[in-house]
Structure formats: structure tokens, C-alpha cells
């Protein structure tokens, strides 16, 4: 996060050429601060260092930036290499990362508490981040509010608790998103949490210069504010807006009025409409501004003069037919296999484990039942009786099987 690319590093300097003494360096969140390298330590991007703090103790942080670049840093920042006083003690040891590793993980049952006391004073304010000072001697509160806060019983109540020394430090919204982090509506890391680091304010009219449509839910960032990233392409806009005639609402024809209905920025084109007509008529730039001084003159064209869009033919992208070297073709294969299985009814066992099918006493007669003739009808007691399939006209089921007309049934 916020990390610089050295693109200075690879390049030869004179032999008489003396390393700038001035290293930036990086600590929780966002925060940079610059720091005199007075031993003249061989560090890299990316050690961790045991700085001066602006109170007392030691802290501990990234380097980020080293060599010529850092100049080119102050330059950016406005800082003069003779105003940074605070100095590189040593790269860290063993027991300075532990001890920070300790403080670093007090972080958040510390912010949980001090939201517990902050309640329980009846305080509007909302405690958002804790940056303990790596010595663990001090820690830094981050909160942010609507307005002012009396905070001195706080701190009272947070030094007994937490036996450190307490430093409130008032963020804005923005402030408080970047140290947070998170994923912007864009699908990538927030802005704010990776490489931006000074906040411009965002008013709707750049919305309205990029013809947005102003719906907060969709203008507004995680922090509640309207997102930096409309500001990004508003140069671009502006440019273009200025070959877009201003205060052009309608145009007067023989045919009647047409209004403005929408306006493509970069194509110079504006869509106009007649009323009750679905149609949008795009006409350019050029063309708006000549029917508009005809109806200053209190002339009205026959025809607003269309513009013939060209029509862009999308390639369809190339489909490859992949074969199914697993066998499975089809995904209800299974379900149709059951399917026949409960139609047959056979191979089902019952729960005493043996297979449904004719009971044992039965299975003599039905071997002898299917031994007879087709068409003969058994005899004795306890056979089953065939069924006969009435033919011929008489398929309404009458006993008899067929008769000619006028004779009454066999008995």
C-alpha cells in the first residue's frame, strides 16, 4: 500500500556523488513522515527502523522511500530538507519487533474500550482507529465527529484504564475511509487506501458536467462523501464542453419544436426529439448552432437535417465446440434411469430383504397358468382367470365376446 516505485534506482551516479541523508518513512495507515539518516545506515525499501517520534521514546516504521527521490518528494510536499530534524536511531532488533508486535496487537481491544467509555459519557463521536507508538508508551486515537468534543473526562478515564499516554486526533470522513480500507463499487482497492494521499473536495457539479445522473447512492463513496474518482476525468469534460453550444434547449422547425433529449460530449452529437414522436434526431454540433441563429432571425428550416450514424457490426467472438471426453452428456441421465426402474417394478427388494414379486404358494399356479393354450379359459379352483380382448364392434366391454345382430348373449 502507498509504496513508490525507485525508478531512480538503476541509474549510474557521478563518482563524486553523495547519498541525500533524508529517508521517508512509513507507518500505520497512511501516514509518511521523512527522517534524517545521520549514521549514514545502508537501508533499503521495506526495512523496518527505530525512528524519533515528536514526543519522547522510539517508533517504529516501513522505509518507503530512499536516495534522489525523496528530494523529488520534499520538492512535491513543499518541504525544505532543512526543516526535517527528526533522526533514524537503528534498524530494529529482535526484541524492538516483539514489543511492537505486542502494542500492535492491544490495537483493537484498546479502540473497543475507549468506544465503551466514549458511550458511557454520552459523547457524539465514534473512536475509528488506535496507532500505538512502537515503544508502546503511547497511543494515538483517531476519531472523527460533527463538531467539537470535550473530551477531558475521556482521557482522564483512558489513561487510568490503559496506563499509556493519550493523544485525540479529529480525522474527516475521508481520513477515516483511508485508514479503514476496503473495495470501492469499481470491484479494486479504494483510492484512498493505496496511492491517493491528498484529498481534493468534490462538489455535484462535476457529476453534472459528465452527464451523471445525480443519485447519491451511486455518487457516494464508503465514506459517505461524494467519490474522488469524479474528479479524475472532469478536465477531459471540460475540454470537450467547449465546442458544446450552451443554453440550447430547443429548435424551431416548420415541422415544429424539437428538444433536447440527451448530448454525447466527445462525438459533438445532440439527440433531439419532437413531442409525441419516439424517435431521438441526432444532429451535430455545427448544425445546432446554424438552426438556432435561423431562429434568431425568425427563420424555421424545413428539416432539422439528421445525421447518419454509421452502424459498428460487432465480430461475434469465435466459439470452440469442446468435446466431452468424461461421458457425461447429458446431466439427467440418472433421473431417467430411475424413471424405468419404477416402471418396471422389478429388482425392488422389500424390507425384509427378499424381492417383491408372486408369494411362494402361488408360484406353482402361475407356472401352470402360463403353460395353457392362448384363447382357452382354465378351470379348477384357485386359477386365475385369463382376460379376454373383446374384438370386432363390440368394444364397449359386453360380456360374450362378438354376435351377429339379433342374438342374445352366450350364458
Not at 169 to 188: D, F, H, K, P, V
Not at 190 to 213: E, G, H
Not at 355 to 374: D, H, L, Q, V, Y
Request: charged share 30%; hydrophobic share 30%; aromatic share 8%.
Amino acid at each position: 500500500m502507498l509504496n513508490v516505485y525507485d525508478w531512480l534506482a538503476d541509474m549510474d551516479m557521478p563518482t563524486n556523488y553523495k547519498p541525500f541523508d533524508i529517508v521517508e518513512v512509513r507507518f500505520k495507515g497512511s501516514r509518511k513522515e521523512f527522517f534524517v539518516n545521520h549514521e549514514n545506515l545502508y537501508l533499503e525499501i521495506g526495512e523496518m527502523v527505530a525512528v524519533e517520534p515528536n514526543t519522547g521514546g522510539y517508533d517504529i516504521g516501513h522505509v518507503s522511500m530512499t536516495g534522489e527521490l525523496v528530494r523529488m518528494q520534499l520538492k512535491k510536499n513543499k518541504v525544505t530538507a532543512e526543516s526535517v530534524t527528526k533522526k533514524i536511531y537503528r534498524k530494529v532488533t529482535d526484541a524492538d519487533i516483539k514489543k511492537w508486535q505486542a502494542a500492535k496487537d492491544l490495537e483493537w481491544e484498546t479502540m473497543h474500550r475507549a468506544r465503551t467509555l466514549a458511550l458511557d459519557l454520552g459523547l457524539s463521536m465514534k473512536i475509528s482507529d488506535v496507532d500505538y507508538q512502537g515503544d508502546k508508551s503511547k497511543a494515538t486515537f483517531y476519531y472523527t465527529a460533527d463538531g467539537r468534543v470535550d473530551f477531558r473526562e475521556l482521557i482522564k478515564r483512558m489513561a487510568e484504564a490503559f496506563r499509556i499516554r493519550i493523544e485525540m486526533r479529529q480525522i474527516g470522513m475521508r481520513q477515516e475511509a483511508s485508514r479503514l480500507g476496503g473495495i470501492g463499487s469499481c470491484g479494486r482497492e479504494l483510492c484512498c487506501s493505496t496511492w491517493l494521499t491528498d484529498f481534493k473536495t468534490v462538489s455535484t457539479s462535476a457529476a453534472r458536467y459528465q452527464n451523471l445522473s445525480l443519485n447519491t447512492l451511486k455518487l457516494a463513496g464508503q465514506c459517505g462523501k461524494l467519490k474522488c474518482c469524479l474528479n479524475y476525468e472532469l478536465d477531459s469534460y471540460m475540454d470537450a464542453l467547449k465546442d458544446i453550444p450552451n443554453n440550447i434547449e430547443r429548435v424551431e422547425t416548420l415541422r415544429g419544436t424539437a428538444y433536447l433529449q440527451k448530448t454525447d460530449i466527445f462525438k459533438k452529437l445532440m439527440w433531439f426529439t419532437y413531442p409525441g414522436e419516439e424517435n431521438w434526431i441526432p444532429l451535430t454540433t455545427d448544425r445546432v448552432r446554424e438552426i438556432h441563429q435561423l431562429n434568431k432571425e425568425g427563420v424555421k428550416p424545413e428539416e432539422i437535417g439528421a445525421v447518419v450514424l454509421e452502424e459498428v457490426v460487432e465480430e461475434k467472438p469465435v466459439s470452440y465446440d469442446y468435446e466431452n471426453v468424461v461421458g457425461q452428456d447429458s446431466l439427467t441421465r440418472l433421473d431417467d434411469r430411475n424413471k424405468k426402474k419404477r416402471r418396471s417394478g422389478k429388482g425392488k427388494r422389500r424390507p425384509d430383504g427378499q424381492r417383491s414379486g408372486p408369494k411362494p404358494e402361488n408360484k406353482g399356479r402361475t407356472a401352470a397358468a402360463s403353460t395353457e393354450k392362448k384363447g382357452d379359459v382354465p378351470t379348477g379352483e384357485g386359477k386365475p382367470k385369463s382376460k379376454r380382448r373383446f374384438r370386432g364392434n363390440n368394444r364397449r366391454g359386453k360380456p360374450g365376446g362378438s354376435q351377429q345382430p339379433g342374438e342374445a348373449p352366450n350364458q
